[in-house]
């Protein structure tokens, strides 16, 4: 088959599955299907999860606890400052003036953490409180002049970690993975906001449905199965 004949079969088959194609779209799944070959091999020092999508998982799971390990030492060398503190900072800057929740939520801390952490910033003087004039029972925060000298500061600090951790990727590779990843980031964003009160196994199975959590839980015990069976 020649390969412009091929090339237009491909988009066929994609066109049928992605109703909204688009021609980028279709050339990153294209090179992605080509390219999956090998794709996980020799990550994790050979402690390889049993399938792609637990390989997603644990890669992004071990880049981002790098990416907090060097984010930590640069902090050792200079500001006297828990790596939280920044993601409230950098939150409540952005937002002018938010509420106390808002930034809890948004940074997935547990409400108390969260609330303690907000709380030791303001001792600290780097954000002041007032109460919500729409909810007295709710409490608006927003940056000092202090506060907002510290995350610049951190600013410049903490970009050294994330240019060792991905600086190498060219412009091409590191727009891909914004474009990959940003929409799942922003989809889980939402559902987090919205179900913050409720447990796992709820969310989950509102998230799913429970003919897809049926399916998913039978190929999670065949996987473990054939995992198990293949390291005796």
Not at 152 to 172: C, T
């Amino acid at each position: 088959m020649k390969p412009v004949v091929e090339l237009i079969s491909e988009w066929d088959s994609y066109q049928e599955t992605h109703p909204d194609a688009t021609v980028a779209g279709f050339c990153r799944h294209y090179l992605a299907m080509v390219e999956t070959k090998g794709s996980g091999e020799g990550l994790f020092s050979g402690i390889e999860p049993p399938d792609m999508t637990s390989t997603v998982a644990k890669l992004i799971g071990r880049l981002g606890a790098m990416l907090t390990t060097y984010s930590k030492l640069a902090l050792k060398e200079d500001e006297e400052v828990e790596l939280d503190w920044f993601y409230c900072l950098n939150a409540i800057f952005h937002q002018g003036e938010a509420r106390k929740i808002d930034i809890i939520t948004y940074n997935f801390l547990e409400q108390t953490t969260g609330i303690d952490m907000l709380n030791r910033l303001r001792k600290a003087g780097y954000i002041s409180e007032r109460a919500d004039p729409s909810d007295k029972r709710a409490k608006l925060v927003q940056l000092t002049a202090e506060g907002k000298q510290l995350l610049f500061r951190l600013y410049e600090r903490l970009y050294l970690p994330a240019y060792l951790l991905f600086g190498g990727m060219s412009k091409v590779d590191s727009h891909l993975m914004v474009n990959l990843l940003g929409p799942i980031e922003q989809k889980h964003g939402k559902i987090l906001e919205d179900n913050r009160a409720k447990g796992f196994a709820d969310l989950v199975a509102e998230t799913l449905g429970p003919e897809k959590l049926e399916e998913i839980n039978s190929y999670q015990q065949n996987q473990i199965t054939q995992f198990a069976a293949g390291k005796q």
